[in-house]
Nanobody, 127 residues
Framework: QVQLVESGGGLVQAGGSLKLSCAAS????????VGWFRQAPGKEREFVAA??????????HYADSVKGRFTISRDNAKNTVYLQMDSLKPEDTADYYC??????????????????WGQGTQVTVSS
């Protein structure tokens, strides 16, 4: 079992930055894919970024909507994955969740392929 706890959300003005953390416990997640997803009110949960497990050589993937603005990273010593969010826009407002699992190749964007989820952290970007 893997337990995940997100932190770092909050209220920020457009153009600002936030850094989210996803602390894992129970098992090391170095060989898991860890993804960040977000869900805005009335919308479906959507993929944001993923850091593939160590088997991939450190591959990282981003949704087109955040590419160039968000950066996902890992600190394996702390068993923690981060999401640095820069140049935030009002449309980035959502609850952000981290998830961990070993999804089939190419399925890392699909929320249904992850068994382990955190409770979420709220991000609000004001205009």
């Amino acid at each position: 079992q893997v337990q995940l706890v997100e932190s770092g959300g909050g209220l920020v003005q457009a153009g600002g930055s936030l850094k989210l953390s996803c602390a894992a416990s129970g098992r090391t997640v170095s060989d898991y894919t860890v993804g960040w997803f977000r869900q805005a009110p009335g919308k479906e949960r959507e993929f944001v970024a993923a850091s593939m497990g160590s088997w991939s050589g450190g591959r990282i993937h981003y949704a087109d909507s955040v590419k160039g603005r968000f950066t996902i990273s890992r600190d394996n010593a702390k068993n923690t994955v981060y999401l640095q969010m820069d140049s935030l826009k009002p449309e980035d407002t959502a609850d952000y969740y981290c998830a961990a699992d070993r999804p089939p190749f190419g399925y890392y964007t699909m929320a249904g392929e992850y068994d382990y989820w955190g409770q979420g952290t709220q991000v609000t970007v004001s205009s």
